[in-house]
């Protein structure tokens, strides 16, 4: 049973330009979060999708951000006109069904922003 | 200060002695769950403890949590250089979606 899978491992991309982080689920979760991680610091939470539903984005920022969890293929964290700021680690989650049950976590992507 | 906070920010010993690491939360939760974070990669789940849980053993971690204090505390028996790393406490909030709050990690490094 394979872990969670994010791709690309790493992204560099110029201001402006569109960022794609793809991440699949470990097998049989139905459940997907993504957080992010500046530098020296811990990871914050972003958005919780199951298939086809966002739960809660509340972490999520307005704008140039958008997440996906289709019925068929992986999770996609889209982020638009990419910024300096956007630099950091992009983690992606999944848990089974069922209250409380720990979360496994990919490698991450490591998005830069030149 | 946030959910979450781990003390000490980093954590310097020597090969064989024992690493204590706490962490402090604001809310009521329904669970607490240790990660380990190796640098530059992904986060590994050490182990999760309940709110009705008080102590919880995993080789050599063992996890404590005091409800009524809001803290938990990890400790690493007989350390290895191998343990160097990031650790962190995530909480799972009662009344909220699923999601993990992590505070900002201890980092952990063992002197061979």
């Known amino acids: 049973n394979a872990g969670v899978m994010q791709n690309p491992r790493h992204l560099v991309r110029r201001r402006g330009q569109e960022a794609r982080l793809r991440c699949s689920p470990m097998k049989g979760h139905s459940h997907v979060y993504w957080y992010r991680q500046l530098p020296e610091e811990g990871l914050k939470f972003m958005v919780y999708?199951?298939?086809?539903?966002?739960?809660?984005e509340s972490g999520m920022p307005k704008e140039r951000f958008s997440a996906e969890f289709p019925k068929e293929g992986p999770s996609i964290l889209r982020i638009q006109q990419v910024v300096r700021g956007d630099s950091a680690a992009y983690f992606c989650a999944s848990s089974p069904e069922g209250a409380g049950t720990e979360a496994f976590f990919g490698q991450g992507t490591r998005l830069t922003v030149v | 200060s946030q959910q979450g906070e781990e003390d000490p920010q980093a954590l310097s010993i020597q090969e064989g002695e024992n690493a204590t690491m706490n962490c402090s939360y604001k809310t009521s939760i329904n669970n607490l769950q240790w990660y380990r974070q190796n640098s530059g990669r992904g986060l590994v789940h050490l182990i999760l403890?309940?709110?009705?849980?008080r102590e919880k053993h995993s080789g050599r971690l063992r996890v404590t949590l005091d409800t009524s204090k809001k803290s938990s505390s990890l400790l690493i028996t007989a350390s290895r250089a191998a343990d160097t790393a990031s650790y962190f406490c995530?909480?799972?909030?009662?009344?909220?979606?699923?999601?993990?709050?992590f505070g900002s990690g201890t980092q952990l490094t063992v002197l061979p």
């Open positions: 403890i309940r709110s009705n849980e």
């Open positions: 995530a909480t799972g909030l009662k009344g909220s979606a699923r999601q993990l709050t």
């Open positions: 999708l199951q298939k086809e539903n966002i739960i809660d």
